[in-house]
């Protein structure tokens, strides 16, 4: 399965790419890529539920605090 979000506020390319590392590194996610120009993060997991969603949000929001992450 493969899910969209939209990433609000993300300001440093850096940052996208240690957000993105950490959303590779949670269980269940088999692929995780951000689009730091698009502001868009497209994750591959075998299962993507309300617990991946948060998770996801929680790896993200750890490097950019202030970052929203929308669901597509």
């Known amino acids: 399965m493969?899910?969209?979000f939209k990433l609000d506020e993300m300001?440093?390319?850096v940052c996208a790419a240690?957000?993105?590392k950490k959303v590779q590194k949670i269980s269940g996610v088999t692929n995780a890529t951000?689009?730091?120009m698009s502001q868009r993060l497209c994750v591959e997991?075998?299962?993507i539920d309300d617990?991946?969603?948060k998770?996801?949000?929680e790896a993200v929001q750890k490097v950019e605090p202030d970052c929203g992450v929308l669901p597509l």
Request: glycine fraction near 0%; include cysteine; proline fraction near 0%.
């Open 18 to 20: 240690k957000a993105e």
């Open 34 to 36: 951000i689009d730091f």
């Open 51 to 53: 617990a991946l969603i």
């Open 11 to 13: 300001d440093c390319a």
């Open 55 to 57: 998770a996801v949000e």
């Open 45 to 47: 997991a075998e299962n």
């Open 2 to 4: 493969t899910k969209l």
